[in-house]
Nanobody, 126 residues
Framework: LRLAESGGGSVQPGGSLRLACAAS????????VGWFRQAPGKEREEVSC????????SYADSVTGRFTISRDKAKNTVYLQIDNLKPEDTAVYYC????????????????????WGQGTQVTVSS
């Protein structure tokens, strides 16, 4: 499984972006997929994750209500819609995958995920 992120950029506070995590080499039907971010000098942290079978989702408290994760099975891609961006959202955003089937919950700790993409930079400043 190989993952590739895209969609990052530089935006002003309050702006929006849609990040994409495109998979190749395997179907995401058997993987939970998560978005994580890492700011300079900080550890990688969870942002949001989605299960492969029932679509259960998880969000970090800091992004709840502003970020929305979704998956397009036909395109083998997971998206992260980011609205009302804040300067503290500035980071490199990575997607990762965890093989398994999860019902009514999805794990979302960075240490449980692998197959990391190269990341996409999101910069929020005025």
């Amino acid at each position: 499984l190989r993952l590739a992120e895209s969609g990052g950029g530089s935006v002003q506070p309050g702006g929006s972006l849609r990040l994409a995590c495109a998979a190749s080499g395997a179907s995401l039907d058997y993987y939970a997929v998560g978005w994580f971010r890492q700011a300079p000098g900080k550890e990688r942290e969870e942002v949001s994750c989605i299960s492969p079978n029932d679509g259960s989702t998880s969000y970090a408290d800091s992004v709840t209500g502003r970020f929305t994760i979704s998956r397009d099975k036909a395109k083998n891609t997971v998206y992260l819609q980011i609205d009302n961006l804040k300067p503290e959202d500035t980071a490199v955003y990575y997607c990762g995958a965890k093989k398994g089937l999860f019902l009514r919950w999805v794990p979302c700790a960075p240490m449980e995920y692998g197959s990391w993409g190269q990341g996409t930079q999101v910069t929020v400043s005025s």
